[in-house]
């Protein structure tokens, strides 16, 4: 059986959290943390998570009754958004397949809780699924700002039953990314023109990224100037930048549309302004 997340965004803070659900669905083929993933997180702030809640089929999903269960939980797929990391505590990555069965204890008790071991970069942490619903199916876990940002996967899945007994199953994930969300005070680049074709000034201003260890919002260092050229956009400049985030850096060109830039990594999200013509 298959359990498939589609997002919506904007309902989440009142949908109530139930366990992980396994059950029938459509494949969902997002897999992105582009913008939209992105707004995902934002929306998510209200969350309340109750990690011992019922196991609940997803409304519309395939019946269980009369049909035989595993007595040990098995997982065959298991596929994962990357997240983005905005805020100190929790943040929360949609989960976007999951199939199998969740299994059942000796004596047919359901599961109650499913749980995870996750590894970010070299170091592996302990983490419940979580599901809610209202008027669309999306499932999810936490990951703490602590554990870090980059490369990350799932390494095994426990499903834990109302007797108290438990079943692991070992099954990979694929590997996604957790990376630190960019923001800056001017979404339009602060670019001054003077005397069109010769003169430009640059001015980034509030250009920060999310700092995992301390939960906060820290100077990038740096911002690159770029222009657009022949259909692509080319590098001019990295603009340094103070603790506050901003910068100043000024240059004789020519008419061009130029833009502020930070480039998507394994461990931050990137970010960039809209363009300029002058």
Known sequence: MRMTTLARGGAVSTAAVLALTLTSGPANADSDDSASLRAKATASQGLTNTGGSEWAPVAGGKSTANVKTPSVVIIDKLRIASGVLFRDGS????????????????????????????????????????????????????????????KAQ?????VTYADG???????????FYLRRAVKTSDPAAKISFYSPGTKVKVQPRGWKVFKPSSGKYVSLGKVRLQYRKSGSWKTLKSIKLDSRGNGSYTFKAPTRTYRLYVPKTSNVLGNS????TG
């Open 91 to 150: 943040n929360s990555v949609q989960i976007l397949e999951i199939n199998g069965e969740p299994g059942s204890s000796t004596g047919g008790q359901p599961p109650v809780k499913t749980a995870f071991t996750l590894k970010v970069g070299d170091k592996t942490h302990r983490g419940v699924l979580y599901k809610y619903d209202e008027g669309a199916d999306v499932s999810y876990f936490d990951t703490k700002s602590g554990w870090g940002s980059g």
């Open 273 to 276: 302004t809209t363009s300029v």
């Open 154 to 158: 799932i390494l095994a899945t426990t």
């Open 165 to 175: 007994t438990s079943s692991t199953d070992g099954t990979d994930s694929n590997v």
